[in-house]
């Protein structure tokens, strides 16, 4: 089992910046790909970023050029740098993680609010 806790949410006013912090502890060994995913009200839940264990980077289209995924192998924390928020990244933010035996994000964070004002 893996168990993940997000922190770094809150309001911000737009063209801001937060950081999101994805702490994993358990069975860290069978980890490979950290996701960042976000659900706004009324949307479904979509992937923002992901980093594999060997450091490759997916961002969405949305998201490109202003967020940054990273992640601290000895901390066992994966990152997310937000800058020029929008009022459209106003969404519940979930960190999850993949095993390295499927292709399914099988372990997921509590979720951390960001809320962007115009």
């Known amino acids: 089992q893996v168990q993940l806790v997000e922190s770094g949410g809150g309001l911000v006013q737009a063209g801001g910046s937060l950081r999101l912090s994805c702490a994993a502890s358990?069975?860290?060994?069978?980890?490979?790909?950290m996701g960042w995913f976000r659900q706004a009200p009324g949307k479904q839940r979509e992937l923002v970023a992901f980093i594999s264990s060997g450091g490759r980077t997916m961002y969405a289209d949305s998201v490109k050029g202003r967020f940054t995924i990273s992640r601290d192998n000895a901390k066992n924390t994966v990152y997310l740098q937000m800058n020029s928020l929008k009022p459209e990244d106003t969404a519940v933010y979930y960190c999850a993680a993949q095993p390295k035996y499927t292709s399914r994000y099988d372990y997921w964070g509590q979720g951390t609010q960001v809320t962007v004002s115009s």
């Open positions: 358990g069975s860290i060994f069978s980890i490979n790909t």
